[in-house]
């Protein structure tokens, strides 16, 4: 069974860092792109950051980009973000996912999701 499960979840103050993983398993993803999503409520799923196969090649969405690195493990088959400096708007589900084309990720589009994982930011 394919699974990716995320953790590194939970309540932090603004200004803190926190740093999410998400492991694959029943799967390699070889040849695979990860992203980085999250979900507010009453919100629609917004996409964060996607990394290549490679992990040369990343992508940030404006409203993370300079606050959140991706990056990737394929030996372990994970994937992490790097959050710096989260604020109260930051309060989401944040989940990862797994697509063999990187553009489908940008659209929240993917074959393959995590559970998600909940992160609280207090002011």
């Known amino acids: 069974q394919v699974q990716l499960v995320e953790s590194g979840g939970g309540l932090v103050q603004a200004g803190d860092s926190l740093r999410l993983s998400c492991a694959a398993s029943g799967h390699t993803f070889g040849g695979y792109a990860m992203g980085w999503f999250r979900q507010a409520p009453g919100k629609e799923r917004e996409f964060l950051a996607v990394?290549?196969?490679?992990?040369?090649?990343?992508y940030y969405a404006d409203s993370v980009k300079g606050r959140f690195t991706i990056s990737r493990d394929n030996a372990k088959i994970t994937v992490y973000l790097q959050m710096n400096s989260l604020a109260p708007g930051d309060t989401a589900v944040y989940y990862c996912?797994?697509?063999?084309?990187?553009?489908?990720?940008?659209?929240?589009?993917?074959?393959?999701w995590g559970q998600g994982a909940q992160i609280t930011v207090s002011s």
């Open positions: 996912a797994a697509d063999l084309e990187p553009r489908r990720l940008t659209y929240c589009h993917s074959q393959h």
């Open positions: 990394i290549g196969w490679s992990g040369r090649t990343t």
